[in-house]
């Protein structure tokens, strides 16, 4: 117990300075403030879940003391919970019934990959919208809101003070490029969040397995399924977006986020498909150039990840592949 509360302390403590690094304005400071759920989940999986829910009130009390009670809350709304939960899922199993219990691998089952990248996704989008909910209940105040915090942004990065006109140069018509910004930065947001705290999740599980603290065995991540409700989730989603006002806009932070979650499964398909073909580390290679510099092509890997789950392109794949061929006689010399 000593030990959860020591850990707990510590990562609270740097989660806290890493959340408050965005002060100073910087790239690098930015940079590391997107690894403020990193020291949580790392108490989470290295140690236990009790760690991290410490490492979560820890870092929220110190903020309420020398910030205020609103950075507080948005540090454990938008950062600590989820960390702590998604945390929690990665060390989440079961003992197989029937299994030897002497054999750790098999008399365990650890909660699925792809369960945990889908409530990733379902979390993300739902920090998302709890973060507008602060501009009001509405869709017009949220969008005022996100507005003025576009407004302050780019008067920041145009070294504007508060109160001189917005403007930029290069830029004709300012008023639209901030209408469509108000648009599309809710389920930008819900993407940014999902990939950030599947990558804080996945250096964290690395820094353990370093260390030996992983006590789950490394998942076969290109084997990654998804559960049944997901497509049903999403469908929902999708059809959510035609309504109007805050359901129409929840159901578009879901479903990018969703789609994000998708997009990673076509990845994990095209690594399951390429195994044991010539070049295959530069066919990955020049396909995840192309979607980091283009970025569209993401939709293609996310239609791939939906195809999976309707027609099983892994399991096809592995059906046509030919047998081993069988050992040829040795060489007595």
């Known amino acids: 117990m000593k030990q959860i509360g020591l850990i707990g302390l510590g990562a609270g403590t740097a989660s806290a300075l890493l959340f408050v690094s965005t002060a100073r304005g910087t790239a690098w400071a930015l940079a590391l403030a997107n690894l403020a759920q990193l020291p949580i989940m790392i108490a989470a999986i290295g140690w236990t879940h009790h760690a991290a829910i410490v490492a979560v009130l820890v870092a929220s009390a110190g903020l309420a003391l020398t910030l205020d009670g609103t950075v507080a809350i948005l540090f454990m709304v938008a950062i ?6 998604i945390g929690y899922l990665a060390l989440l199993a079961r003992p197989v019934p029937g299994a030897d219990p002497a054999s750790i691998e098999t008399s365990i089952e650890w909660y699925p990959v792809g369960r945990i990248v889908v409530w990733t996704a379902i979390i993300a989008a739902a920090v998302a919208l709890a973060s507008m909910l602060r501009h009001g209940f509405d869709i017009a105040a949220m969008q005022a809101g996100l507005r003025r915090e576009l407004e302050r942004v780019l008067r920041f990065l145009a070294g504007l003070p508060a109160d001189a006109p917005l403007q930029s140069p290069g830029v004709r018509d300012l008023d639209r490029l901030l209408d469509v910004l108000v648009l599309i930065a809710p ?16 250096l964290a599980a690395l820094i353990a397995h370093i260390s030996g603290r992983l006590k789950r065995p490394w998942p076969a991540i290109a084997q990654m399924t998804f559960p049944s409700f997901a497509p049903t989730v999403l469908a929902i989603a999708v059809a959510g977006t035609f309504l109007p006002d805050l359901i129409g806009l929840a159901s578009s932070v879901l479903t990018a986020s969703l789609l994000l979650a998708y997009a990673l499964l076509g990845f994990a398909v095209m690594h399951a498909i390429t195994t044991g073909l010539g070049g295959r580390r530069f066919m990955l290679t020049g396909l995840y150039l192309t979607v980091g510099l283009f970025g569209w092509p993401i939709v293609l890997m996310a239609l791939v990840g939906l195809i999976e789950t309707v027609l ?7 059906a046509r592949r030919p047998p081993p061929l069988p050992p040829g006689p040795r060489n007595p010399l």
């Open 80 to 85: 600590g919970l989820p960390a702590w939960c």
């Open 187 to 202: 389920p930008m947001k819900a993407i940014g969040l999902t990939l950030t705290s599947l990558f804080n999740l996945w």
């Open 312 to 318: 099983g392109l892994r399991a096809r794949h592995a």
